[in-house]
């Protein structure tokens, strides 16, 4: 069964310093990754994907995702954090792509804490 | 281009009354679904619907249904609610498919007496 880890439940790190958010993940055949980004009281917003292709994948707010198939991991990283960032960012997987049904399985969140 | 909609923010019940919370999309999507966040419990998939005339259970269905009305409308039935019912509760929509991501509601914050 596909599935996602996140190991860490929160992340602290200074205004300025590089940021990463971890994920591994688990699935049979090829990986399909995302990652969310969830504001306080708001829904969760699209970051970036990794379909194929580039190992380094860019995406919204200036963030990225380094996906290691050998680690089976798909860190996301932000060179410089800024306060704005301080949010819950989840990993998601897709569901056993062979249905074709558009299905995620989400990890259960890491909480980013930026401080100034 | 209003994304995904959800009606309503905010509901209080009592344990076995019911309620629908509505979703709807402008985009065009085929595929919707339905989620519950609880703390320390990450997002988990009610019900969806690959595509419209189709629904589906997800990984915990049970005290729910769904009805996809049309293209657009994606409802979510809580039959006789119970205070483990408590949670947040998202609507989301794809193009479908493998490669192309979810978009999500504001979320319904369901409070179960």
């Known amino acids: 069964a596909q599935s996602v880890a996140q190991p860490e439940d929160q992340v602290n790190v200074a205004e300025g310093n590089p940021l990463t958010v971890k994920c591994t993940y688990s699935v049979s055949g090829n990986p399909y990754l995302f990652w969310y980004v969830q504001y306080p009281n708001r829904g969760l917003q699209f970051l970036l994907k990794y379909i194929t292709g580039d190992n380094l994948v860019k995406g919204s707010y200036g963030f990225e995702a380094e996906f290691n198939k050998s680690q089976t991991s798909f860190h996301l990283k932000k060179p410089s954090a800024l306060v704005s960032d301080s949010a819950l960012y989840f990993c998601a997987v897709r569901d056993k792509p062979s249905s074709n049904t558009g299905k995620l399985i989400f990890g259960q969140g890491t909480t980013l804490q930026v401080k100034p | 281009n209003a994304g995904v909609t959800q009606t309503p923010k905010f509901q209080v019940l009592k344990t076995g009354q019911s309620m629908t919370l509505q979703c709807a999309q402008d985009m065009n999507h085929n595929s919707m679904y339905w989620y519950r966040q609880d703390p320390g419990m990450g997002l988990r998939l009610i019900y969806y619907?690959?595509?419209?005339?189709?629904?589906d259970k997800g990984e915990v269905p049970n005290g729910y249904n769904v009805s996809r009305l049309n293209k657009r409308e994606f409802s979510l039935r809580l039959e006789s609610a119970a205070p483990s019912q408590t949670s947040v509760y998202f609507c989301?929509?794809?193009?479908?498919?493998?490669?192309?991501?979810?978009?999500f509601g504001p979320g319904t914050r369901l409070t179960v007496l």
């Open positions: 989301a929509s794809s193009a479908g498919g493998n490669y192309n991501e979810q978009f």
């Open positions: 619907s690959a595509s419209e005339g189709t629904t």
